[in-house]
């Protein structure tokens, strides 16, 4: 809105265009403050969908994960869980070193744990988030639920298979 100064300063041919200048920006700021609550209806009515999903995309069986793609590497942390409809057993570990078991589930896009700390016996609760990776075949399109910051490892080494089994699973 122009004040009284503005127009006594300025001829009326310039007030009007600077009228129109800002009955324009005016307009523009309104489109985009209109789209901006569209948006943000939209994300808000998106995210808590995506928070209940279920991770229903783990089938029954024994997963291994691990913070670099290849497996048995010093230093490296790996975590190793056996899938039982959304309940969860398993143990982080890395080659060589101690170990911490688990027992949980998957729900909500997330691994909801309780770790056991292998040396003083003692439960802590801990949430590890899930990453879904499309993953197309031919004749399909499924979804990997992933822990983030890890990498699929397709194949169950035998420490993988102590860890589970010194877990009591």
Known sequence: MLTASTSLSAPASHNSAISSKFCWRRRL??????????V???VTMVVPALANETVDHLSDGVYV??????????????????????????????PAS??????????AAELSLTVVD???QTEYPFALALESNA???QETIAAEWVPTGF???DEVSQTDHDVLQACGF
């Open 29 to 38: 700021a309104l489109v985009a403050m209109g789209l901006s609550l569209a």
């Open 40 to 42: 943000g209806n939209f």
């Open 65 to 94: 994960f691990g913070e670099s793609p290849e497996p048995g590497q010093f230093g490296v942390t790996y975590l190793v869980m056996e899938v039982n409809g959304s309940a969860v057993k398993g143990g982080f570990y890395q």
């Open 98 to 107: 101690s170990f911490d078991c688990f027992h949980g589930n998957a729900a």
């Open 118 to 120: 292998s040396y003083a």
């Open 135 to 137: 993953v197309a075949s």
């Open 151 to 153: 990498h699929v490892i």
